[in-house]
């Protein structure tokens, strides 16, 4: 059976310095005040900002006009499903090198993850009411910590017919998912998060901050991590 998250049972104090100051700076980056974290900007997070801006001259000059083509008709397809909502968009910061290996250190000593298998990331979704399905580009799992919400609801799906998926962006054909499960994940509360299986996020309203904390792992799967977890 797909693992899709696993709750732990991990004291509330794990990283609290880390998670208190990771959110401190996010809310100020939603703000507009300069704060140590910095922006990720990956071809997919580009991809991502310019379907959310309709701006397909970009998405083509990175993927070609064939692959622009696939990406514009799953859009098509997702707005089908889900009807013409605001798009919540993530954007994803690196955290400064001491925390880096503040978590590593922390990781390494209380569970034995190899400090080099730990990548912390911070993640912010401001606004939007739907984050449409997708699966990690380079990332299969992490330790996610949710820091601030609104009671959002994230599904898996599972596949049921096959289909490619463009490298660049992994946008999946919704004609051929189904929900597999759903779950509400709670402030502060510590889990594994299986980033291979599709997912998404929906929101209320169009108006709110989610933010989190992870440690992606380099190489394993929600699998592998589960055995430091027992």
């Not at 990956?42 to 622009?68: A, L």
């Not at 209380?110 to 699966?135: A, F, R, S, W």
């Not at 990690?136 to 609801?153: N, P, T, W």
Request: some cysteine; proline content about 3%.
């Amino acid at each position: 059976m797909t693992v899709h998250f696993k709750n732990l049972d991990i004291p509330l104090n794990f990283l609290s310095v880390e998670k208190e100051m990771c959110l401190q700076w996010a809310n100020n980056v939603v703000q507009g005040i300069t704060t140590p974290l910095k922006l990720r900007n990956r071809k997919h997070s580009i991809i991502n900002h310019s379907i959310t801006n309709n701006d397909w001259e970009t998405i083509e000059k990175i993927v070609g006009h064939r692959q622009s083509r696939v990406l514009r008709q799953r859009s098509a397809l997702m707005w089908r499903e889900f009807g013409l909502v605001n798009r919540i968009v993530i954007d994803q910061y690196d955290v400064p090198e001491e925390m880096v290996e503040l978590i590593q250190s922390s990781m390494f000593n209380t569970y034995g993850i190899p400090k080099d298998e730990c990548m912390p990331i911070v993640q912010i979704q401001n606004g939007g009411e739907l984050l449409h399905p997708h699966h990690g580009h380079a990332r299969k799992s992490s330790l996610f910590c949710l820091l601030q919400g609104e009671d959002e609801v994230t599904k898996w799906y599972r596949e049921t017919k096959p289909f490619k998926v463009v490298d660049e962006f992994h946008i999946p054909d919704i004609s051929k998912l189904e929900v597999a499960s759903e779950n509400v994940l709670e402030v502060n509360q510590w889990l594994l998060f299986n980033h291979q299986e599709w997912h998404s996020v929906h929101r209320k309203g169009d108006v709110g901050v989610r933010i989190n904390l992870g440690i992606d792992f380099k190489t394993m799967n929600i699998n592998e991590c589960m055995e430091y977890f027992k």
